[in-house]
């Protein structure tokens, strides 16, 4: 017998196995004589397990057990989500993030263009101007886009900074990461909607 | 608004006055279900000092989230989980530090168990129901901590395949081959201290 019809045959007994396995494995048991010894052992084992767990009662007193909880609670009660202070809100302090590069590209561009017009010197409008408007003719090539101006700029970046909080949100509030016990912040939620 | 009764108050109620910040009402929780989350630390950990340390973190966590708690479970079952998370987690870590044990190698490499001849075992036919358990209990702690931990977890905590290679981060295949092996070695042990009981 191969060693998938031995797993496939703990696990129609354990009731994981799909619909149309199910009746392969269950002929399988009925006509083949070490798939229904196997079978046999482990519902044996399955029987004996049953009965439960030896019970393990803890000594420590209620006071005591309890006053140990508590000055653990007491010693990481002073974090706070927010260690530090938010100097402008979330949505403009967003939009600032991009607003002030932006802002500064442009009065840098502005100040340059301003400065090729007035220049006197023959050479200097002919390079100095096509590489400063490069990247607003050709915003594809931008390495950036913030050539673009700050509307642009919001309009690309916008989606993007909402998907990351949504992101972190659903991670704990599904939280179906119950296989990451090592981030504390993903356990009660996973548990939150046990399957079974 | 009455004032809750809290010795006589139902898990529920006490849940949701601590969620809004009252200690008492949690500390009666930790009190009725100590034994119960200890239990299950010291079934996964095989260690008295270390089942006392995560199940106190156990608690400790489950103040800190309690208000994340939306009652879909019982709290014992969700306090359960976090308890296994720690658990588990503590095992990782420990496990970081040691090299393969035997039983992980024997699953890669095919194992005794899958040469072994099936071994017909029945355990309830003259046993104590208590006996039995402290049977099982003695095979238990010769068991790897991945073939312990899978068994604890399918057969105690009566989670899917899906939940366990969820909880032990590893695929269904090896949950499933971790249970088949870490069955079939149970049953070994079991019959071996049959054999000593009876000799």
Do not use: C
């Given at each position: 017998m191969k060693q998938e019809d031995r797993l496939k045959i703990q696990a129609w007994l354990d009731g994981e196995?799909?619909?149309?396995?199910?009746?392969?494995?269950?002929?399988?048991?009925?006509?083949?004589?070490?798939?229904?010894?196997?079978?046999?052992?482990?519902?044996?084992?399955?029987?004996?397990?049953?009965?439960?767990?030896?019970?393990?009662?803890?000594?420590?007193?209620?006071?005591?057990?309890?006053?140990?909880?508590?000055?653990?609670?007491?010693?990481?009660?002073?974090?706070?989500e927010n260690t530090q202070p938010e100097l402008v809100s979330g949505s403009l302090g967003n939009a600032l993030r991009w607003l002030i590069p932006v802002g500064s590209l442009a009065a840098i561009s502005a100040l340059m263009l301003n400065f090729d017009s007035i220049n006197t010197t023959p050479?200097?409008?002919?390079?100095?101007?096509?590489?400063?408007?490069?990247?607003?003719?050709?915003?594809?090539?931008?390495?950036?886009?913030?050539?673009?101006?700050?509307?642009?700029?919001?309009?690309?970046?916008?989606?993007?900074?909402?998907?990351?909080?949504?992101?972190?949100?659903?991670?704990?509030?599904?939280?179906?990461?119950?296989?990451?016990?090592?981030?504390?912040?993903?356990?009660?939620?996973?548990?939150?909607n046990p399957e079974r | 608004m009455a004032k809750l009764d809290i010795p006589n108050a139902a898990d529920d109620?006490?849940?949701?006055?601590?969620?809004?910040?009252?200690?008492?009402?949690?500390e009666e929780l930790v009190h009725?279900?100590?034994?119960?989350?200890?239990?299950?630390?010291?079934?996964?950990l095989r260690n008295e000092e270390e089942?006392?340390?995560?199940?106190?973190?156990?608690?400790?966590?489950?103040?800190q989230r309690l208000k994340q708690f939306q009652h879909n479970s019982s709290f014992t079952t969700w306090m359960t989980r976090i308890c296994i998370n720690l658990c588990l987690d503590f095992l990782r870590k420990r496990q970081r530090?040691?090299?393969?044990?035997?039983?992980?190698?024997?699953?890669?490499?095919?194992?005794?168990e899958r040469r072994m001849e099936a071994e017909d075992y029945n355990p309830t036919e003259?046993?104590?129901?208590?006996?039995?358990?402290?049977?099982?209990?003695?095979?238990?702690?010769?068991?790897s901590y991945e073939h312990r931990t899978v068994l604890v977890l399918h057969e105690f905590e009566r989670m899917e395949y899906k939940e366990?290679?969820?909880s032990m981060q590893c695929s269904i295949g090896t949950v499933m081959s971790r249970l088949f092996y870490a069955r079939r070695r149970l049953a070994k042990i079991l019959i071996s201290l049959k054999k000593e009981r009876q000799s």
């Open positions: 196995l799909a619909p149309q396995e199910s009746a392969r494995i269950a002929d399988l048991i009925d006509n083949d004589l070490e798939a229904k010894e196997l079978a046999d052992d482990l519902r044996a084992i399955q029987k004996a397990l049953e009965v439960g767990e030896k019970q393990t009662v803890l000594e420590d007193s209620r006071e005591f057990y309890w006053s140990q909880v508590e000055r653990q609670i007491e010693a990481e009660e002073p974090i706070t050479d200097l409008p002919k390079t100095g101007g096509s590489k400063i408007e490069n990247p607003q003719t050709n915003p594809i090539n931008s390495p950036s886009g913030l050539a673009e101006g700050a509307g642009t700029v919001m309009e690309e970046e916008s989606p993007a900074t909402p998907e990351v909080g949504v992101f972190s949100f659903e991670g704990t509030q599904n939280g179906g990461n119950f296989a990451s016990p090592e981030d504390p912040n993903t356990l009660p939620e996973s548990i939150e | 109620e006490l849940v949701r006055s601590a969620q809004k910040g009252n200690m008492a009402p949690y009725r279900h100590r034994d119960k989350i200890y239990a299950r630390a010291f079934s996964m089942a006392l340390d995560v199940s106190q973190e156990a608690w400790v966590k489950g103040w530090q040691q090299t393969d044990s035997l039983d992980q190698m024997e699953e890669e490499t095919g194992g005794v003259e046993m104590e129901r208590s006996e039995l358990r402290k049977e099982i209990d003695a095979a238990m702690e010769k068991l366990i290679a969820k």
